[in-house]
Structure formats: C-alpha cells, structure tokens
C-alpha cells in the first residue's frame, strides 16, 4: 500500500479549507483517509499561527514508515522543519520560446535601428515659411 500525506478539500464553495491527512494513494482526494495529521486554511493571512496546523509527532511516524509527502505538504513540512525544503522547479524548457524563434527575436533586434529618422519636408509635416 503506497501511502501518501496530502491535503483533503473541506469548508464550502469559495472558503477553501484543506485538511492534512494520510492515505491510501488510490483513494479519492476527499475519499477515505487513515489518520488526520493537520490543517490548512488559506483563508487567513500568510502571518496567522492558525493557517497551518501540524500533528509533528504523527507526521514523523508516518514518514519514518515510508509515507511521501505531496509537493505543498512537503512545503508546510521544510516550513516547519520536519524535513528539507524541496527545491524551488524552474519553468519547464517546453515553454520557452523555440530556436528559430530566438534566432529571429535576437536578429531583428539587432537588424533595425531605433527610430526611423524622417528627411526635412516630408509628407505630413508642414514646409517652414
């Protein structure tokens, strides 16, 4: 059985509210859990003691029998010092813009001028008397 802590979605529609829990990896995100470790409310200011609560003693139990954490729990435990912080992910290389179009962007660039200079007595500008 894989376990997983991750967080279950309670409260009403738009007032979030996650609960903490470890489960059964198959199981629904808000289906049946073993134990509840915490909650969550991002409704509160990032400052309040009360956005986070974590049960340290049963969430050290539930990693030392081999439980992962989810990646935004996994955030709330490096917060807190249970485990190490995992590393902040780049932005995927599949979204940056491709060769040709770097080619393109970095040769335009260097191709045009800043501003076209516009000869004295050209069309819509007024001839001096």
Not at 57 to 83: K, N
Not at 86 to 113: D, L, V
Request: hydrophobic share 40%.
């Amino acid at each position: 059985m894989a376990l997983k802590i991750r967080m279950a979605r309670a409260g009403a529609k738009k007032r979030p509210f996650y609960q903490i829990v470890v489960a059964d990896s198959r199981s629904p995100r808000d289906g049946r859990f073993i134990e509840k470790l915490g909650t969550y409310n991002p409704m509160l200011q990032k400052d309040n003691p009360e956005r986070v609560k974590l049960r340290t003693e049963r969430i050290q139990h539930w990693l030392g029998v081999g439980a992962l954490p989810s990646e935004r729990v996994a955030r709330f435990l490096g917060d807190a010092g249970l485990r190490a912080k995992p590393e902040i992910r780049e932005t995927p290389k599949r979204s940056a813009p491709r060769k040709k179009t770097q080619e393109r962007a970095a040769g335009g660039a260097a191709a045009a001028p800043a501003a076209p200079v516009a000869p004295a007595g050209a069309a819509g500008e007024a001839a001096p008397a």
